[in-house]
């Protein structure tokens, strides 16, 4: 019974370290692209095309820890570490005042 206790809590403790674009005011210059560097011939490879502090395991799910599609398509946030994609199709979205979109549109707006 303890140890299902301990490792409840170790996985509730995980979930609520979870590094939330939406956890901060949104402001736009804080925002960059996540792309740093070239992109590898392979996917494998692709780990120096973005900022090292995006490895975090607290900031990967946020991106399926393919650093590809997030140097194509992020925006990192390096003063608070924060990552969001900005997928094709972000500006069908129904929903205008979600963070995501406010963040897309707002760094799209600037360039």
């Known amino acids: 019974m303890r140890k299902s206790v301990v490792c409840l809590a170790a996985v509730a ?3 609520c ?6 956890d901060h005011p949104i402001v736009i210059s804080n925002w960059k692209s996540c792309s740093v560097g070239p992109l590898s011939e392979d996917a494998e490879n692709d780990w120096p ?3 090292a502090w995006t490895k975090s395991p607290k900031i990967t799910p946020y991106f399926d820890n393919e650093p590809r599609m997030l140097a194509l ?3 990192c946030n390096e003063k608070f570490q924060r990552v ?3 997928l094709p199709g ?3 979205d129904d929903d205008k005042d979600t963070c ?4 897309c549109s707002g760094f799209e707006a600037q360039h």
Request: aromatic fraction near 8%.
């Open 13 to 15: 403790s995980l979930l």
């Open 49 to 51: 095309a973005v900022p």
């Open 84 to 86: 969001i994609l900005c």
């Open 73 to 75: 398509h992020g925006l």
């Open 100 to 103: 995501e979109y406010l963040i």
């Open 90 to 92: 972000w500006q069908e």
């Open 17 to 22: 370290a979870k590094a939330s674009a939406c």
